[in-house]
């Protein structure tokens, strides 16, 4: 079975200009999320969907990010301007529609340096 | 508030003994599920084992248990016979209404 893929796994950019991840979940998994994971610390959630629509974007800086997941599959989350402070790995996570017991299976996760 | 406490920002063990890593949470939904994941140097997150609210017994898989005390809301994973690659940062996440929240994590070094 193959697993969450994302890409691409490493990107620098100077602080004001744009940047998008894609991610592709694995295949029947209608719960996607995106978290923000910076040096040392937990992965903080940016946004939960579930098929195409979202459940959870509470943590979401609207003003800079924007993530959309066309048809229920793949996923891209985007942010415009980008600042230093959004330096951190960006996982993209699927799983089977929710229940408690399911676990999430994580990509490889973007690197994303500003500078 | 925080959903997930793990107060041992660092913990040290020596290979083939057992090693405690703590982990309480709160919530008011009956029915939520605890996870612990592992994450190595490499980045890649890795699930451990999983406990649901309502299952009775502490889950196990192979060297890897979960101490569930639900009064206390504490869900601490043990290992037993620490390796060398189990040097990891490891994390603790609730699942409650669909969200999957983390805690802050432990690292854990496996001294030879």
């Known amino acids: 079975e193959a697993g969450v893929a994302q890409s691409p796994r490493y990107k620098i950019i100077e602080k004001r200009q744009s940047v998008a991840f894609w991610c592709n979940p694995i295949s029947g998994h209608a719960t996607l999320y995106w978290y923000q994971q910076i040096l040392g610390q937990g992965p903080k959630l940016l946004i939960q969907?579930?098929?195409?629509?979202?459940?959870?974007d509470s943590q979401l800086p609207k003003d800079r990010f924007s993530a959309e997941r066309l048809k229920g599959v793949d996923s891209t989350l985007k942010i415009q301007p980008a600042k230093l402070e959004d330096s951190a790995v960006y996982l993209c996570?699927?799983?089977?529609?929710?229940?408690?017991?399911?676990?999430?299976?994580f990509g490889q996760g973007t690197r994303l340096t500003v500078v | 508030a925080q959903k997930i406490t793990q107060t041992q920002p660092g913990m040290f063990v020596q290979e083939k003994e057992a090693v405690t890593l703590d982990c309480t949470y709160d919530t008011s939904d009956p029915s939520y599920g605890l996870f612990w994941y592992k994450q190595p140097s490499s980045g890649e997150m890795i699930f451990l084992i999983y406990?649901?609210?309502?299952?009775?017994q502490n889950a196990t898989e192979g060297r890897y248990s979960l101490n569930f005390q639900k009064a206390r809301k504490s869900a601490n994973l043990v290992i037993s016979a620490s390796q060398l690659g189990d040097s990891a940062m490891y994390f603790c996440a609730m699942r409650e209404g669909g969200k999957l929240t983390f805690g802050q994590g432990t690292i854990l070094t496996v001294h030879p």
């Open positions: 969907f579930q098929n195409n629509g979202v459940v959870d």
């Open positions: 406990q649901g609210s309502y299952d009775q």
């Open positions: 996570a699927s799983s089977l529609p929710w229940t408690v017991a399911n676990e999430a299976f």
